[in-house]
T-cell receptor, first 112, second 117 residues
Framework: KNEVEQSPQNLTAQEGEFITINCSYS?????LHWLQQHPGGGIVSLFM???GKKKHGRLIATINIQEKHSSLHITASHPRDSAVYIC??????????????FGKGTKLSVKP | GAVVSQHPSWVICKSGTSVKIECRSL??????MFWYRQFPKQSLMLMAT?????????EQGVEKDKFLINHASLTLSTLTVTSAHPEDSSFYIC?????????????FGPGTRLTVT
């Protein structure tokens, strides 16, 4: 079993829809990242959070430490949101110097 | 926000040759840089962690003599793929951190796509 699981693996939505991507993890963590990777490959860090909720524009990220679960929400989705969204966790114990463990990503396609 | 650049963005090389990839932090000093590899439709996998002025720490299964990492300054780390083979074709991504080891904030470079023919 992977230490970081994302669902769904693939998601197709119509423009304007509310989108939720989920991330569950099995290790104790110090922080969780949500990353965006566009078809060209470059990665953009969207959020880093260790508790509660963060909001940036149309994006909202929440985390429940007790349940070891995080969600990324996109409101009023747009075709330019089409990308792969990756959840990554920094382990609380072990790991090397703060390296991250990555989920396999959720491929989002927003149709106009 | 903090910016990390990589050069080149893509490279094609012949089997047996060596390729150097640069990772630069443009507006901050990176105490630690990470090198990741990503195969098609797979997650990023950490290859090694490098701290400025010291030897890199390689993850299990990564050949340190094949993937040479140099972190000679607080703004530059290089990854050299020596004697490249087609199986080394991949997307290589670096990230950098400017705060102590207790922080997990990382800034990612745009990646370098390597194709070995």
């Amino acid at each position: 079993k992977n230490e970081v699981e994302q669902s769904p693996q693939n998601l197709t939505a119509q423009e304007g829809e509310f989108i939720t991507i989920n991330c569950s993890y099995s290790v104790g963590i110090s922080a969780l990242h949500w990353l965006q990777q566009h078809p060209g490959g470059g990665i953009v860090s969207l959020f880093m959070l260790s508790s509660g909720k963060k909001k940036h524009g149309r994006l909202i990220a929440t985390i429940n430490i007790q349940e070891k679960h995080s969600s990324l929400h996109i409101t009023a989705s747009h075709p330019r949101d089409s990308a792969v969204y990756i959840c990554a966790v920094g382990m609380r114990y072990g790991g090397s110097q703060g390296n991250l463990i990555f989920g396999k990503g959720t491929k989002l396609s927003v149709k106009p | 926000g903090a910016v990390v650049s990589q050069h080149p963005s893509w490279v094609i090389c012949k089997s047996g040759t060596s390729v150097k990839i640069e990772c630069r932090s443009l507006d901050f000093q990176a105490t630690t840089m990470f090198w990741y590899r990503q195969f098609p439709k797979q997650s990023l996998m950490l290859m090694a962690t490098s701290n400025e002025g010291s030897k890199a720490t390689y993850e299990q299964g990564v050949e340190k003599d094949k993937f040479l990492i140099n972190h000679a300054s607080l703004t530059l780390s290089t990854l050299t793929v020596t004697s490249a083979h087609p199986e080394d074709s991949s997307f290589y991504i670096c990230s950098a951190r400017d705060t102590p080891a207790s922080s997990y904030e990382q800034y990612f470079g745009p990646g370098t796509r390597l194709t070995v023919t």
